[in-house]
């Protein structure tokens, strides 16, 4: 069935590195969100994609939708403690809407 | 701005009884509000779309009678879990996502249920 899968699942990076969360879809999604989660909290919405190839920049926060609309990327530039988090992608795909299963970023200082 | 309540907090119920989730838009009026499941340690699932007076969307797999959704104001939704068992014990979070304003939604800070 279809499928959202994250990759890494989990990071830990040097404080000042810089990451980066891949999502795949296995069908055509007509959207990309992405959120970020901190520990025992609530998700947070980040931004959504729409179109084929889109890329959209918040701060240190880069997003890109594939041409496919079948994968997405987050990269973050020189990340900080404040990053720490689970970020997940979910996108719709026909009448179905679907997370994917997430990335937990660790920062290290 | 833009903050989203639940209440209950967490909430302990008898199996076979039912429970209603409120979940409120403070300083916005939404007309648009999701619920969402979260099992520990794993993603968020989408359980329906409730759109104010209309019925709510459900996702495939998800029982509408089993959860009833209603959106009754721009400011309330209302999830009502039915005849609840154990296996419904889980971590439901609302969102909500403000009138007119693209894609953006705005999530409460969820409710506990364990059904015992």
């Known amino acids: 069935g279809q499928q959202v899968m994250q990759i890494p699942q989990y990071q830990h990076v040097q404080e000042g590195e810089d990451f980066t969360t891949y999502c795949n879809s296995s069908t055509t999604l007509s959207n990309i969100q992405w959120y970020k989660q901190r520990p025992g909290g609530h998700p947070v919405f980040l931004i959504q994609l729409v179109k084929s190839g889109e890329v959209k920049k918040q701060k240190r926060l880069t997003f890109q939708f594939g041409e496919a609309k079948k994968n997405s990327s987050l990269h973050i530039t020189a990340t900080q403690t404040t990053d720490v988090g689970t970020y997940f992608c979910a996108g719709r795909a026909g009448n179905q809407f679907y997370f994917g299963t997430g990335t937990s970023l660790t920062v290290i200082p | 701005g833009a903050v989203v309540s639940q209440h209950p907090s967490w909430v302990i119920c008898k199996s076979g009884t039912s429970v209603k989730i409120e979940c409120r838009s403070l300083d916005f009026q939404a007309t648009t509000m999701f619920w969402y499941r979260q099992f520990p340690k794993q993603s968020l699932m989408l359980m329906a779309t409730?759109?104010?007076?209309?019925?709510?969307?459900?996702e495939q797999g998800v029982e509408k009678d089993k959860f009833l959704i209603n959106h009754a104001s721009l400011t309330l939704s209302t999830l009502t879990v039915t005849s609840a068992h154990p296996e419904d014990s889980s971590f439901y979070i609302c969102?909500?996502?403000?009138?007119?304003?693209?894609?953006?939604?705005?999530f409460g800070p969820g409710t506990r249920l364990t059904v015992t």
């Open positions: 969102s909500a996502r403000p009138q007119g304003v693209g894609y953006e939604q705005y």
């Open positions: 409730s759109n104010e007076g209309s019925k709510a969307t459900y």
